[in-house]
T-cell receptor
Framework: GAGVSQSPRYKVAKRGQDVALRCDPI?????LFWYQQALGQGPEFLTY????????KSGLPSDRFFAERPEGSVSTLKIQRTQQEDSAVYLC????????????FGQGTRLTVV | LAKTTQPISMDSYEGQEVNITCSHN???????ITWYQQFPSQGPRFIIQ???TKVTNEVASLFIPADRKSSTLSLPRVSLSDTAVYYC????????????FGTGTRLQVTL
């Protein structure tokens, strides 16, 4: 596709449910990032992949958060046993080279935990 | 990563030039300065990146003084569609490093 695609755009989950958020990066992009953005705040880093390798997961807030990119393209962010504080927009970004030279962001998935 | 400080908000009239300054006193030798723009309900969009002096593209200019402790994003002749949040980021682009966003500057453009 022409840009980074995220699905679903909106997700409502009951507290305690597991959710899976998908990111389709720009084809051929090496780097993939996940961010969490609370209302009125800037995006907060969650995790970084270089191809299929997860090189940095220092931003994942708890062990309920898990991300994978098994074939170095599509990535999934999974949140287990969702809690209300997990409500946020989850953004995925990709860039053509290592690091963060020019990252292209998707529109995000808005997660609401009720 | 170097911490950045920028104004929380700015107002401008359509057609004016807008300059948003970002302070990054602890910038490291390998760090670049990158600006992103974010509209409501969208992901951030890359605007411009620079290391020193001046960089210009079709959207904006970026001015970086010799000491690199600050930078200024210049938007010429803004329009209503430039209303957005603008983020200044500083980081090493040569290695696998994460983008660190602050709270950004909310620019409001009116007629």
């Amino acid at each position: 596709g022409a840009g980074v695609s995220q699905s679903p755009r909106y997700k409502v989950a009951k507290r305690g449910q597991d959710v899976a958020l998908r990111c389709d990066p720009i084809s051929g992009h090496v780097s993939l990032f996940w961010y969490q953005q609370a209302l009125g705040q800037g995006p907060e880093f969650l995790t970084y992949f270089q191809n299929e390798a997860q090189l940095d997961k220092s931003g994942l807030p708890s062990d309920r958060f898990f991300a994978e990119r098994p074939e170095g393209s599509v990535s999934t962010l999974k949140i287990q046993r969702t809690q209300q504080e997990d409500s946020a927009v989850y953004l995925c970004a990709s860039s053509a080279r290592e690091g963060n030279t020019e990252a292209f962001f998707g529109q995000g998935t808005r997660l609401t935990v009720v | 990563l170097a911490k950045t400080t920028q104004p929380i908000s700015m107002d401008s009239y359509e057609g004016q030039e807008v300059n948003i300054t970002c302070s990054h006193n602890n910038i490291a030798t390998n760090d670049y300065i990158t600006w992103y723009q974010q509209f409501p309900s969208q992901g951030p969009r890359f605007i411009i990146q620079g290391y020193k002096t001046k960089v210009t593209n079709e959207v904006a200019s970026l001015f970086i003084p010799a000491d690199r402790k600050s930078s200024t994003l210049s938007l010429p002749r803004v329009s209503l569609s430039d209303t957005a949040v603008y983020y200044c980021l500083v980081g090493d682009t040569g290695t696998a490093s994460k983008l660190t966003f602050g709270t950004g500057t909310r620019l409001q453009v009116t007629l």
